[in-house]
């Protein structure tokens, strides 16, 4: 197995001035910009020794080795050839990594900065979806199974039994729930009733959450990436979901590699998707980030020799469970369907999209989640 290795990172929730239309985020950028060169801790460092003599470590490499053998078998890639994935842009020689590199040096490691809290979570933040690990529904892309670890970064601890809350755009750079200028067809009112790329997962006794969904797409000026929200205060309904009255969290977002993107974006359907990308490189919140040390990237492999194999991504972040902020949905999903959130400001939906209240006596959504291809369990 030949490995792409990116520094393990922690996550912010990073988003440029004119990432999405009619959400000036200056103000966000200044305060984001003053927290990062107040943090007394930027890394997990501190915390190995204790995760290895816990056995965390050692759970870690077996548990990503499991998933990632798992998902090859599902879709019945027996091996991979070295001569072909040599020949790819995976930095294989300076990494040194070959197909008999133990699943210890692949898998082992933990992330090098902390989730920070930030003031929004971004304007398509949806509130009231589904318990579920499998967020993929009707949509096409690259599959990508994702594993989440979340550490407590005062403690070294993991943080158990807590909701890690997870959504990004689909292949062609357009949000599921929302209608709003600038994410796909604003006059398809019917997007606020879709849930695709978007779900919940409770964090196990190791502080893990597992996803299985798509590489997302890009949209105009924003790198690509994926939302991650953990809910430290919430309430799961019997339905499957943590309705629509979650009052704390700790947000960010994570990325991908360059040349993992690149790769990806040659591909049916990203290659249809005619909005221009805007590269990790030219994000200048990301950079800004990566100058004050923090590296904000998944590391991950290939399941087979080609990319449209899918892809596994892992990365383990560090949160302050002290720290809560309060959520702003830019609309709610309900028993009745999608409600634009008219108080979310600039957090999206008020551009293009219907608005109000919601529907009479909608606290939650109701039923079962939408049916997915696959799941990882």
């Not at 990436?225 to 009052?247: D, E, K, Q, R």
Request: glycine letters at 10%; aromatic letters at 8%.
């Amino acid at each position: 197995m030949l490995f792409k290795e990116i520094a393990l990172s922690g996550l912010l929730c990073l988003s440029s001035v004119s990432a999405h239309p009619s959400h000036d985020l200056t103000e966000e950028i200044a305060e984001r910009k003053q927290f990062l060169s107040s943090i007394k801790r930027s890394d997990l460092s501190h915390c190995a020794v204790k995760l290895k003599a816990r056995g965390i470590s050692n759970r870690n490499v077996a548990r990503r080795e499991a998933a990632f053998h798992k998902a090859r078998t599902i879709r019945g890639i027996t091996k991979r050839d070295l001569d072909t994935v040599l020949a790819t842009n995976h930095n294989a020689t300076s990494q040194g990594y070959t197909l008999n590199t133990d699943a210890s040096t692949l898998f082992n490691g933990n992330s090098s900065c902390i989730l920070t809290p930030e003031v929004t979570q971004g304007p398509y933040y949806v509130g009231g979806e589904w318990i579920r690990s499998n967020l993929v529904e009707d949509q096409e892309g690259i599959p990508t199974l994702i594993d989440y670890q979340v550490i407590d970064v005062d403690t070294c601890e993991p943080v158990t039994n807590v909701y890690l809350e997870m959504w990004h755009c689909n292949s062609t750079g357009v949000y599921s729930g929302i209608v709003a200028q600038g994410n796909g067809d604003s006059s398809d009112g019917s997007n606020l009733n879709r849930t695709w790329l978007r779900g919940i997962q409770k964090t196990d006794v190791d502080g893990v959450a597992q996803f299985e969904t798509l590489f997302p797409g890009h949209y105009t000026s924003r790198a690509t990436h994926i939302h991650l929200m953990v809910h430290t205060n919430a309430t799961l309904y019997v339905n499957g979901t943590l309705g629509n009255n979650v009052s704390s969290s700790h947000v960010g977002q994570a990325f991908f590699d360059q040349d993992l993107i690149s790769a990806v974006e040659l591909t049916s359907p990203y290659n249809t998707n005619t909005q221009e990308i805007t590269t990790n490189a030219d994000d200048g919140i990301l950079s800004e980030e990566s100058d004050s040390g923090v590296d904000p990237f998944h590391q991950y492999t290939l399941l087979g020799n080609d990319i449209t194999d899918g892809v596994f991504a892992w990365l383990a972040f560090g949160i302050n469970t002290t720290q809560l902020s309060t959520v702003t949905p830019a609309a709610y999903y309900y028993a009745e369907g999608g409600v634009a959130n008219e108080n979310s400001g600039g957090m999206g939906g008020g551009s293009g999209g219907p608005g109000g209240a919601p529907p009479s006596g909608s606290g939650r959504p109701s039923g079962s989640p939408p049916s997915a291809s696959a799941t990882l369990s």
